[in-house]
């Protein structure tokens, strides 16, 4: 619940009497009497100004409505949904006689882009309201599922991740669980559980079948040509789309998991310009995908691009449900994978004791035990210094013989500061072992030779990366190890090879195909940094405008 006027101030904050009068000119008038439903929990809607009356929101759930607020005179409805097109979490209906302003969608985006005053204040609120119906679980989605199961940690994810409320439910600690249970009658390989409104239970449903109940995505048109495809909504993704969209060019990103990449995961960078305490990385990608949904960026989830039909214009990306987006160029901005640890079993524990993040999410599963961090980058650095905060005890295992050449120096003084993480240079784990779940593991060290076994559940693996471009062989070059060679990089026997077929050379960050572009991570040479992936996917837009107007 709303607790407080500095929360209730901030939640609903109620516009100027000049505010709504500008507004005016983008809406229509309605009128709902007492009872009538403004939208319902599902409904994709716009948004609603109290003229004069008042609004009740509930939120519906599986034990009836809950309360969630009162709209009152002056005060407005919606949150970060509205504009990306998505369902609504919850039920709007009249309190009293009610005169309301209507605002759709495409509306509210020339509101938000042209009135920078109403635009600080929209934004602003409809972040502060997805964050506090995540935090109280004001949502349309009921999760039932076990904290032994690799595929509710999945879930679990996924959803956080894309900031969508939801109910857990714990099949062995929630009393209410046997009663779900006994209702839906699920086989063991059927949990989770994903309760999507009123539909049908899902049972251990896909990212993307959970995406397409939620109304995640906007429709592609296949048969439109959209000016750039994005591949990838990590933070260079994110920026290319910022800076795509405000310049006017139609763009549509296709992100596999969520928006933010692997930057997501991070529990705080503190190195980034302009966020001198940090700020998470989910805050980040937030702000960002807000930032190009604002400016009418399509971004869809949980879309993975399975290939690259390159021989002809317009290039078609194809993704592994079958939808297709085609568009004059294409920038790739697919990220990395973190390299998995040699070890025969591995597949057997993860997501049961093997992790390839440390968000909350994986955290609540850790508290109070020990825990291994793999790795010597930021990544590893920031993953250690977050789950110290959480568990027993952390111990970094690395390779090398220190973090100096890997990680940057505020991380290593706080991993040296921080009387509950031991660090091991030359260290590789050598076996895991365990049940249903990751109970023991053993390491080697290897400047002595000695081996060791102790009870550790869970393993945070961060060791190196690769490259997300499989899905890219047979049209642009790559280097020995399979990141996208581009620009000053591509030899003229490279650019030989591939048929290079302009009398100019490639541009900074163009691949060996004309129109096709690469920036973060997944590109040869570049700086694995957040700052640095932003600064690409922003630089390489206005390359795009040269190559568009060829």
């Keep these: 619940m709303y607790e407080g006027p500095l929360n209730r101030e901030r939640l609903f904050p109620k516009l100027r009497q000049d505010l709504i009068e500008r507004l005016r000119a983008f809406g229509r008038r309605v009128q709902k ?57 919850v039920r709007a209906r009249a309190a009293v006689e009610s005169e309301l302003l209507e605002i759709c969608p495409a509306d509210l985006r020339r509101v938000i882009q042209t009135d920078s005053e109403l635009s600080e204040i929209l934004l602003r609120t409809f972040s502060l309201r997805r964050a506090h119906l995540v935090n109280e679980e004001f949502g349309d989605v009921v999760l039932i599922g076990s904290n032994h199961s690799a595929d509710t940690l999945r879930l679990k994810a996924f959803l956080s991740r894309n900031g969508h409320p939801f109910t857990y439910v714990d099949v062995e600690r929630d009393t209410t669980s ?66 795509a969209a405000s310049e006017g060019l139609e763009v549509m990103v296709l992100e596999s998991s969520a928006p933010g990449g692997q930057a997501a995961a991070s529990s ?23 930032q190009a949904e604002k400016f009418g960026a399509h971004i869809t989830i949980a879309q993975t691009v399975a290939s690259l039909t390159c021989d002809r214009r317009p290039f078609v990306t194809e993704c592994t449900g079958g939808s ?55 990544s590893a650095g920031q993953a250690a210094t977050f789950l110290a ?45 365990g049940d249903t779940h990751l109970e023991r593991v053993t390491w080697r060290n290897g400047a002595n030779g000695e081996r060791e076994t102790r009870d550790i559940r869970h393993v945070f693996s961060m060791t190196g990366a690769n490259p997300n471009t499989a899905w890219l062989q047979g ?27 302009l009398r100019r050379a490639p541009y900074l960050f163009e691949t060996s195909l004309p129109r096709v572009f690469a920036v973060g991570d997944v590109r040869s040479g570049s700086v694995k940094r957040v700052a640095s992936a932003v600064g690409e996917g922003s630089v390489a837009v206005q390359l795009i405008h040269k190559v568009l107007a060829e």
């Design 33 to 89: 009497h007492p009872g009538e439903i403004v939208f319902d929990q599902g409904d994709i809607r716009g948004m609603y100004v109290v003229l004069d009356g008042r609004l009740e929101v509930v939120s519906p759930g599986i034990r009836g409505e809950r309360h969630v607020t009162f709209a009152e005179t002056g005060e407005f409805t919606g949150e970060v949904d509205i504009l990306a097109g998505r369902r609504s979490l």
């Design 178 to 243: 046997q009663h779900l249970l006994d209702h839906f009658h699920p086989n063991p390989e059927d949990v989770p559980l994903v309760l999507c409104r009123d539909q049908p239970p899902m049972r251990n449903p896909s990212n993307a079948e959970v995406a397409r109940c939620l109304g995640f995505n906007p429709e592609i048109d296949e048969e439109k040509v959209y000016d750039l495809i994005v591949v990838g909504a990590g933070p260079a993704g994110l920026a290319a789309a910022v800076y």
């Design 268 to 290: 705080r960078i503190e190195n980034y310009l302009g966020f001198p305490t940090g700020l998470t990385g989910s805050d980040l990608a937030g702000r960002a995908f807000i």
């Design 324 to 378: 297709k987006a085609r568009g004059h160029a294409v920038l790739v901005a697919a990220g990395v994978e973190y390299r998995k640890l040699p070890l025969a079993n591995l597949s057997r524990f993860e997501g049961l004791g093997v992790y390839y993040a440390a968000t909350y999410v994986e955290s609540q599963l850790c508290d109070d035990d020990e825990v291994i961090v793999v790795g010597g980058g930021n």
């Design 389 to 433: 905060g959480h568990a027993k005890h952390v111990h970094i295992l690395v390779r090398a013989s220190g973090l100096a050449e890997s990680m940057s120096r505020y991380l290593i003084r706080r991993i040296e500061q921080s009387p509950n993480i031991t660090l091991r240079t030359r260290t590789e784990i050598e076996a895991l072992d």
């Design 475 to 501: 049209c642009v070059t790559f280097d020995e190890k399979s990141f996208i060679k581009t620009g000053l990089d591509l030899s003229a026997e490279e650019l030989t090879a591939a048929n290079w077929p």
